[in-house]
């Protein structure tokens, strides 16, 4: 298994402003993923995170509104820019072991005002 | 494209009574299927995962999930629940690159 932690846990913020996200894995994992949790729904995959080059983003998901850093093999940042009340969620990270299985971190709770 | 279906938004149960959560996908591939499980407050943990053999899969805290592929069906089962069993239940599947949610089911078991 993986071990994975996300700062912060939580975050009220104005809108306008943006909200970096870290995520931190305790190995070295080549899938890393941010997902989307908005309040009473299911978890919808924002985008692939992929080390040395650009993030591979989902439908209605773009760079400029959530770019994506991963400098390396354990680590990631999400951030998400000009927030709006439409943006408050869990946003999550996860990482894929062994191909297909996937865990996935504590989340991080953001409400916009 | 790759969906996933869940039949029930919130079953209410009490303890001993026996669960049974529906889950459909759509995919025309080969897939594989996984239940994660939401206790009150904390992460996604993986319950159980099918990727091939025996379609009948057991996990953990006796939960048990049966692959039926000509119906794209993955239905969770447990035969005797506690209160701890309380949660959000997400299905999922990954048959292309990424892993597809349900929209979840919540758990509730009364003492």
């Known amino acids: 298994s993986a071990v994975i932690s996300q700062k912060p846990s939580r975050d009220i913020c104005q809108r306008g402003t943006s909200l970096t996200i870290q995520c931190q894995v305790d190995?070295?994992?080549?899938?890393m993923f941010w997902y989307r949790q908005q309040p009473g729904q299911s978890l919808t995959l924002i985008a692939t995170a992929n080390q040395g080059s650009e993030a591979t983003y989902e439908s209605g998901f773009v760079i400029d509104k959530f770019p994506i850093s991963r400098p390396n093999l354990t680590f990631s940042t999400l951030t998400v820019s000009n927030m709006s009340p439409e943006d408050s969620s869990i946003y999550l990270c996860?990482?894929?072991?062994?191909?297909?299985?996937?865990?996935f971190g504590p989340g991080t709770r953001l409400t916009v005002l | 494209a790759q969906s996933v279906s869940q039949h029930n938004h919130h079953v209410i149960l009490s303890e001993a009574a026996s669960l049974e959560l529906g889950c459909n996908y759509s995919?025309?591939?080969?897939?594989?299927l996984f239940w994660y499980v939401q206790y009150p407050g904390q992460h996604l943990q993986l319950l159980l995962k099918y990727f091939s053999g025996d379609p009948l899969v057991k996990g953990i805290k006796g939960f048990e999930a049966e692959f039926i592929k000509s119906k794209f069906s993955f239905n969770l089962r447990k035969p005797s629940v506690q209160w701890s069993d309380t949660a959000e239940y997400f299905c999922a599947v990954k048959g292309d690159y990424k892993l597809s949610f349900g929209a979840g089911t919540t758990v509730t078991v009364r003492a």
């Open positions: 995919y025309g591939g080969t897939v594989n």
């Open positions: 996860s990482v894929a072991l062994a191909g297909t299985e996937q865990f």
């Open positions: 190995s070295q994992v080549t899938m």
